[in-house]
């Protein structure tokens, strides 16, 4: 047995190393059978490596086959000796415990691999486990408890360490408390946004798109509101629709509910409809459209989700054209997505962002901006909206640099039908 005083500086009974214990295991080596155990060790600190060398050569059970100091060693050991168990340091070079471990069980399946280190955080615990380690010690582990964990491992049988064994248990605890949680805050989201599908606590409001010059009404931009608990903004009732499947469901639910309460416009005002591209490449959407007036309909293209496939989108922009319908595309001047969709879809309108429209009257930047989106749109016979309008200086402005559609609580908030002239 190696002796206290043989050990090198800093391993004995200080927990940095194998304790003072040096007692024989009580099961005495004899259950696993009359072959030593082949045993691999692999830690990068030559002092604990000789340690552990000694402690399996001073047993009769144990046959110490190899050392390596990093993990790219470890694994040409074991593939070449196929030891029955490998312990291994966690933090070594080369990737460390668990990469080592996930390479010897592919090249040796039956090899069973114990790890040993000094950390015993649950994040480190738990990699090492995942990268199929069946056993984990910490490094102040009495080195009779070492010896009978290798024995024990070579029987199948799971060995860590009550300290690594407590933080496991409550990282898993930590765990299923956080699953349960998750899951029942999906439920919570399943049940309210089907609520809101079969049209509970969902309105629709109309904010009026405007003639700059003479105030007449030529549109109006359909909104959802939600009078359901919890209280919070359009945006986020459709991006917990988005996480649990059924944005289009409830996307297509406010699209008809806007449908059924403007069927008493006028024939010269149009109605747009917020859609994400994912509703309008379904099947569902010309189906929910049904027989309403499509020349009089315009698409306004959302940004909640990012468009992979613009072949296929423009597919389905292509059958709405085909029966008269208009795309309008939202946000520009925001970022690059709007901007792409510009130029990859070909509107028949461009919304010009809020962002662009605030304080155009005072910042240069953001008119040189305007002007060129209004150039390129004279340029390709689309019409410029401009949207969040809130003062007559930013009218203005927007009148001088040949923009003349728009909308914003200046000229009318969103509200209920019927609508008439904003003067």
Same mark, same amino acid.
């Given at each position: 047995?190696?002796?206290?005083?043989?050990?090198?500086?800093?391993?004995?009974?200080?927990?940095?190393?194998?304790?003072?214990?040096?007692?024989?295991?009580?099961?005495?080596?004899?259950?696993?059978?009359?072959?030593?155990?082949?045993?691999?060790?692999?830690?990068? &600190?030559? !002092?604990?490596? +000789?340690?552990?060398?000694? #402690? =399996?050569?001073?047993?009769?059970?144990?046959?110490?086959? $190899?050392? @390596?100091?990093?993990?790219?060693?470890?694994?040409?050991?074991?593939?070449?000796?196929?030891?029955?168990?490998?312990?291994?340091?966690?933090?070594?070079?080369?990737?460390?415990?668990?990469?080592?471990?996930?390479?010897?069980?592919?090249?040796?399946?039956?090899?069973?691999?114990?790890?040993?280190?000094?950390?015993?955080?649950?994040?480190?615990?738990?990699?090492?486990?995942?990268?199929?380690?069946?056993?984990?010690?910490?490094?102040?582990?009495?080195?009779?408890?070492?010896?009978?964990?290798?024995?024990?491992?070579?029987?199948?049988?799971?060995?860590?360490?009550?300290?690594?064994?407590?933080?496991?248990?409550?990282?898993?605890?930590?765990?299923?408390?956080?699953? &349960?949680? !998750?899951?029942? +805050?999906?439920?919570?989201? #399943? =049940?309210?946004?089907?609520?809101?599908?079969?049209?509970? $606590?969902? @309105?629709?409001?109309?904010?009026?798109?405007?003639?700059?010059?003479?105030?007449?009404?030529?549109?109006?931009?359909?909104?959802?509101?939600?009078?359901?608990?919890?209280?919070?903004?359009?945006?986020?009732?459709?991006?917990?629709?988005?996480?649990?499947?059924?944005?289009?469901?409830?996307?297509?639910?406010?699209?008809?509910?806007?449908?059924?309460?403007?069927?008493?416009?006028?024939?010269?005002?149009?109605?747009?409809?917020?859609?994400?591209?994912?509703?309008?490449?379904?099947?569902?959407?010309?189906?929910?459209?049904?027989?309403?007036?499509?020349?009089?309909?315009?698409?306004?293209?959302?940004?909640?989700?990012?468009?992979?496939?613009?072949?296929?989108?423009? &597919?389905?922009?292509?059958?709405?054209?085909?029966?008269?319908?208009?795309?309008?595309?939202?946000?520009?001047?925001?970022?690059?997505?709007?901007?792409?969709?510009?130029?990859?879809?070909?509107?028949?309108?461009?919304?010009?962002?809020?962002?662009?429209?605030?304080?155009?009257?005072?910042?240069?930047?953001?008119?040189?901006?305007?002007?060129?989106?209004?150039?390129?749109?004279?340029?390709?016979?689309?019409?410029?909206?401009?949207?969040?309008?809130?003062?007559?200086?930013?009218?203005?402005?927007?009148?001088?640099?040949?923009?003349?559609?728009?909308?914003?609580?200046?000229?009318?908030?969103?509200?209920?039908?019927?609508?008439?002239?904003?003067?």
């Amino acid at each position: 047995m190696i002796a206290p005083q043989d050990l090198p500086a800093g391993l004995a009974g200080d927990g940095a190393g194998f304790s003072r214990s040096f007692e024989p295991s009580v099961d005495g080596g004899q259950s696993v059978g009359v072959h030593a155990i082949r045993v691999m060790t692999a830690d990068d &600190e030559p !002092e604990l490596r +000789e340690a552990l060398a000694e #402690l =399996i050569e001073s047993e009769p059970s144990l046959e110490l086959v $190899g050392m @390596a100091g990093d993990a790219d060693e470890a694994v040409k050991l074991a593939r070449e000796f196929l030891p029955d168990v490998a312990v291994l340091d966690v933090k070594m070079p080369s990737g460390g415990g668990p990469r080592a471990a996930r390479e010897i069980r592919r090249y040796s399946p039956e090899t069973r691999v114990l790890g040993l280190s000094a950390y015993e955080d649950r994040k480190t615990v738990l990699e090492m486990l995942g990268a199929g380690a069946v056993g984990y010690l910490v490094k102040g582990t009495a080195p009779d408890e070492i010896v009978s964990s290798i024995r024990r491992t070579i029987r199948g049988q799971s060995s860590l360490s009550a300290d690594v064994m407590a933080s496991v248990i409550q990282d898993i605890s930590s765990q299923l408390e956080q699953a &349960e949680l !998750e899951s029942e +805050e999906r439920r919570s989201r #399943l =049940i309210r946004i089907k609520r809101a599908i079969v049209g509970e $606590g969902l @309105a629709i409001v109309f904010q009026p798109i405007c003639d700059l010059v003479d105030r007449t009404v030529i549109g109006c931009e359909a909104l959802a509101r939600f009078h359901l608990p919890p209280e919070q903004g359009p945006d986020l009732w459709f991006a917990e629709a988005a996480s649990v499947g059924l944005a289009v469901d409830l996307e297509l639910t406010a699209a008809k509910l806007a449908l059924q309460e403007s069927t008493n416009l006028p024939s010269d005002v149009y109605r747009a409809l917020n859609m994400s591209h994912h509703t309008v490449m379904s099947p569902r959407f010309l189906e929910a459209i049904g027989d309403a007036p499509v020349e009089r309909l315009v698409i306004e293209l959302t940004e909640h989700e990012r468009v992979e496939d613009y072949d296929s989108l423009g &597919e389905a922009l292509g059958r709405w054209r085909a029966r008269g319908g208009r795309l309008a595309v939202d946000d520009a001047g925001a970022g690059f997505a709007s901007l792409r969709h510009t130029l990859r879809l070909q509107p028949d309108i461009i919304k010009l962002d809020i962002t662009l429209t605030r304080d155009i009257d005072r910042e240069r930047a953001k008119r040189a901006l305007a002007s060129a989106l209004i150039s390129f749109a004279e340029e390709m016979g689309m019409t410029i909206v401009a949207e969040g309008i809130e003062t007559q200086s930013e009218l203005d402005a927007l009148l001088a640099l040949g923009v003349r559609y728009g909308q914003g609580f200046f000229l009318a908030r969103p509200g209920p039908l019927p609508l008439g002239s904003t003067r």
